[in-house]
Nanobody, 126 residues
Framework: QVQLVESGGGSVQAGGSLRLSCGAI????????MAWFRQAPGKEREGVAV????????YYADSVKGRFTISQDNARTTLYLQMNSLKPEDTAMYYC???????????????????WGQGTQVTVSS
C-alpha cells in the first residue's frame, strides 16, 4: 500500500538544525495523513508532528512547538521535518508514519498510523 523511507538523520550540536525527509511511495489514499514520531532508548514512541492532506492542518507535540516544522512537497511524495534549536532531549530514532484517514484522532497517537518507515537516527550533543 505504501512504502516510507526516512533520511537526513545524523549528529548535531545543541542549538543546531537538521532536516529529515521521508520518501513516500504508494497510493495517495494510504497516506492522507502523515506524521513524524520518535523513540528514545527505554521510552515509548511519541508523536512529534502531523500534517493532513493538502498541508493546511498541522499538529505538534508541545515539546517541539516553535522549533520543528512539518511540511510536504506538492506531489505529496516527500515529507519533511525541519528541526531547529535542537536539544539533547530530541535525541531519538525518528520515524515517518502514514494513515489513510483524512483526519487522525488522536493525531499524535502511534496506533493511529498503520504504515511506518524504518527510522533515521538523530543525535544531539551538548
Amino acid at each position: 500500500q505504501v512504502q516510507l523511507v526516512e533520511s537526513g538523520g545524523g549528529s548535531v550540536q545543541a542549538g543546531g538544525s537538521l532536516r529529515l525527509s521521508c520518501g513516500a511511495i504508494g497510493d495517495a489514499s494510504s497516506r492522507r495523513s502523515m506524521a513524524w514520531f520518535r523513540q528514545a532508548p527505554g521510552k515509548e514512541r511519541e508523536g512529534v508532528a502531523v500534517i493532513t492532506t493538502g498541508g493546511s492542518t498541522t499538529y505538534y507535540a508541545d515539546s517541539v512547538k516553535g522549533r520543528f516544522t512539518i511540511s510536504q512537497d506538492n506531489a505529496r511524495t516527500t515529507l519533511y521535518l525541519q528541526m531547529n534549536s535542537l536539544k539533547p532531549e530530541d535525541t531519538a530514532m525518528y520515524y515517518c508514519a502514514a494513515s489513510s484517514s483524512y483526519r487522525v484522532y488522536p493525531p499524535l497517537h502511534r496506533l493511529s498510523y498503520p504504515y511506518w518507515g524504518q527510522g533515521t537516527q538523530v543525535t544531539v550533543s551538548s
